[in-house]
């Protein structure tokens, strides 16, 4: 009989909060964390206290570039890796090159040349990686890969597919190390990821072209001196009279004074800097059109700065027609001092509506041509990102079932979903479409062709 799976976790900030309560909790039997790294030694001590308060040891500490050396002597079995997407590419090419396989936070990496070292590792070593999308896993978005895979709507045309991110949510990518493009790779690869794997999976389908367009339109210091903002603090967390609702006070949130203000001695980030600032270099406002290889095409739209967050869907097929659309938040309140109260997209849809009374929610309609409109009933699952953390966190640690649809996510999906973000990039820069083969991705360029490589058949 063999003893539980053995995990290494890299990077202990908010992004690993997810993976260490189902360490210490649901999955505690069968997974077993011990070893973590992170470069600010104050975030370890306050998770270490986490774990303490819920009975469990310590994991051993070690420096994330001693990975390998650490992988070996202590039977690391599974690396997953919570840090900022710019360091992706030499965790997960040092946890392969170690003798682990790697789990990684979306997106894969930031850039083709991440892409191709992953590539290159993946082939030389024959682990495996593995990137967390979660929301495939979402009731509402299988449910519509479930319509699409029955042929309801027959051969599928186009897709037209707008995300909204709130002035909470959407605003925090600029305050945090998000906001410069070399860390993040902009919300093409960052946020963006999520979206593009959607539709990938949901139509089965390689994109093959892409042109971009968009822009910092709404945050960043030059657009706040032409609407007049004057004088602005640096950071979010100071004294002041009356309250900016942009700033984010980071003593007024357990978990994000614990993690980032409290530490800021050791490191010196900052996670509440003003969304204002002058050196923003992602853009607010992006649109895209992407081509596949079936023929179908994609009309995709970001905007960052909504007052209310969530998406809609369309799918146009041969024989007709879904729509999707989900309220994530109905509203961004201000109370009486200016804080932002957001309203709680956990709770039933006919609980909380928004201050015009929409309700928070979701809702698929399916309509077949000369047929009459119906609304395809979606369970209501509680828990992150529309009940899909769950589901995510069980394929992970538990092992995934049968499984038709084929929720879990290879490398090379992340690959594929990068792929629209970095011609994206690329497109945005030359204001030229863009087709993905010609990225220079080394061995996981077989994942963007129509016909299936040596390396899609290893995923």
């Known amino acids: ?53 819920a009975g469990h040891p310590a994991p051993e500490r070690f420096d994330a570039r001693e990975l390998g050396e650490t992988i070996r002597r202590s039977g690391i079995d599974r690396v997953i890796v919570t840090a900022p997407d710019f360091a992706h590419a030499d965790l997960v090419v040092a946890a392969l090159e170690g003798g682990a ?72 990518y600029f305050r945090r190390w998000h906001r410069r493009k070399e860390n993040s790779g902009g919300l093409l690869v960052h946020k963006s990821s999520h979206h593009f794997d959607l539709v990938n999976w949901w139509l089965g389908d ?11 339109r709404f945050y960043g210091a030059d657009n706040a001196a032409r609407r007049g903002l004057g004088p602005r603090p640096e950071r979010g967390t100071v004294d002041v009279t009356e309250r900016d609702p942009f700033l984010l006070d980071l003593r007024e949130h357990e978990v994000l004074r614990g993690l980032y203000y409290e530490q800021e001695r050791y490191d010196g980030y900052l996670r509440d800097r003003d969304v204002f600032g002058d050196d923003i270099t992602i853009e607010d406002n992006l649109s895209l059109v992407v081509d596949y290889a079936r023929g179908s ?42 804080r932002q109260q957001v309203v709680d997209p956990s709770a039933r849809p006919e609980e909380v509506a928004d201050d015009s009374g929409r309700p928070v929610g979701e809702r698929l309609v399916v309509q077949h041509h000369f047929g009459a409109a119906r609304e395809v009933p979606i369970p209501h699952v509680v828990g992150g990102h529309g009940g899909a953390d769950t589901a995510l966190l069980r394929d992970l640690f538990d092992g995934a079932g049968e499984d038709p649809l084929e929720h879990a996510a290879s490398w090379l ?17 030359t204001g030229m479409p863009v087709r993905t083969r010609d990225l220079p991705f080394g061995p996981a360029a077989d994942a963007l062709r129509p016909a299936a490589g040596a390396l899609t058949a290893a995923s």
Request: without cysteine; charged residues 25%; aromatic residues 8%.
């Open 1 to 53: 009989m063999t003893g539980p799976t053995r995990y290494a976790l890299i990077g202990t900030g908010a992004r690993a909060q997810m993976y260490l309560e189902a360490l210490a909790g649901p999955y505690a039997d069968q997974a077993r964390l011990v070893a973590w790294a992170d470069p600010n030694p104050g975030r370890l001590d306050w998770n270490e206290q986490r774990l303490a308060r």
């Open 101 to 172: 396989d790697a789990i990684v936070e979306k997106p894969l990496t930031t850039d083709a040349e991440g892409v191709r070292r992953i590539a290159d590792a993946v082939e030389r070593t024959g682990r495996s990686v593995t990137v967390t999308f979660n929301y495939r896993y979402a009731p509402r978005n299988t449910a519509l890969k479930r319509i699409i895979a029955d042929g309801e709507l027959g051969e599928i045309t186009s897709v037209h597919f707008e995300w909204l991110l709130d002035t909470s949510h959407g605003a925090d």
């Open 206 to 216: 390689r994109p093959e072209r892409v042109f971009a367009t968009g822009g910092l």
């Open 297 to 338: 095409s994609m009309t995709y739209a970001l905007n960052a700065h909504s007052p209310w967050e969530g998406y809609t869907v369309s799918v146009n097929g041969t024989r007709g027609r879904a729509e999707l659309s989900v309220v994530e938040r109905g509203a961004i309140l201000l109370d009486e001092s200016g």
């Open 413 to 429: 999906d992340g690959v594929r979903a990068m792929a629209v973000g970095v011609a994206g990039n690329a497109s945005l820069a």
